[in-house]
């Protein structure tokens, strides 16, 4: 099984550009998760997702973020315009069902300039 | 406001020298209490779920116990590769359905040979 499968693993761009990262959960997995993790701040979970419908997006950080999934087996979250405070790991997570026993893939680390 | 806390925020053990670490929690009803391992550079990766007091599972040399407050992960004559970042996280129930995933800041441990 291949896992959660984020790109790009890593990204570096300046401030004011458009980021989009990218999300393939494990086949079979109903529930979606985009997470963001700082030394100061933690993992917060930023989006959920159950069966390609949003279900909880009251940790996007602003208007600037946004998410979406089209299908069962792809997601995407962007951020226009990118902020320095917006550098971060951002992981993305897939479950079979709920937010039990979520299974994370190897993040995407963020760089703002 | 639901709460994790865990401690201390980092542990260095000898190879063998078992001890615990601890995840306390204020969550205005607990659904379940869930602990993940993070190596540098990758995803969290899941170890256990808890759901009531007095509940205990067992890994190999991992064993966590919860409370009413508290969640302990006890490592027993751990080895080296046992190092990494071990995360709490609690699922709270909301008005009856179940919360999203609330995550402590992590214990970081370094077992030496």
């Known amino acids: 099984d291949a896992g959660v499968i984020q790109s790009p693993r890593h990204e570096v761009t300046e401030m004011g550009q458009e980021v989009t990262l990218r999300c393939k959960p494990i086949?079979?997995?109903?529930?979606l998760f985009w997470y963001r993790q700082t030394m100061m701040r933690g993992l917060e979970l930023l989006i959920y997702?159950?069966?390609?419908?949003?279900?909880?997006d009251s940790g996007m950080p602003e208007d600037r973020f946004s998410a979406k999934m089209p299908n069962a087996s792809f997601s995407t979250l962007k951020i226009q315009p990118s902020e320095p405070r917006d550098s971060a790991v951002y992981f993305c997570?897939?479950?079979?069902?709920?937010?039990?026993?979520?299974?994370f893939g190897p993040g995407t680390r963020l760089t703002v300039l | 406001e639901d709460q994790v806390t865990q401690s201390p925020e980092a542990l260095r053990l000898q190879e063998g020298e078992s001890s615990s670490l601890n995840c306390s929690y204020t969550?205005?009803?607990?659904?379940?209490l869930f602990w993940y391992r993070q190596d540098p550079g990758k995803g969290p990766e899941f170890l256990f779920t808890?759901?009531?007091a007095g509940e205990e599972k067992e890994k190999e040399r991992l064993k966590a116990t919860l409370t009413k407050k508290e969640s302990f992960l006890h490592i027993t004559a751990p080895k080296p590769e046992d190092s990494a970042t071990y995360l709490c996280a609690v699922q709270a129930l909301v008005g009856g359905s179940q919360g999203n995933l609330i995550f402590g800041k992590g214990t970081k441990l370094s077992v030496k040979p």
């Open positions: 808890l759901y009531s």
């Open positions: 997702f159950n069966n390609n419908v949003p279900i909880d």
């Open positions: 086949s079979g997995h109903n529930s």
């Open positions: 969550v205005s009803g607990l659904r379940g």
């Open positions: 997570a897939s479950s079979p069902g709920g937010v039990d026993t979520q299974y």
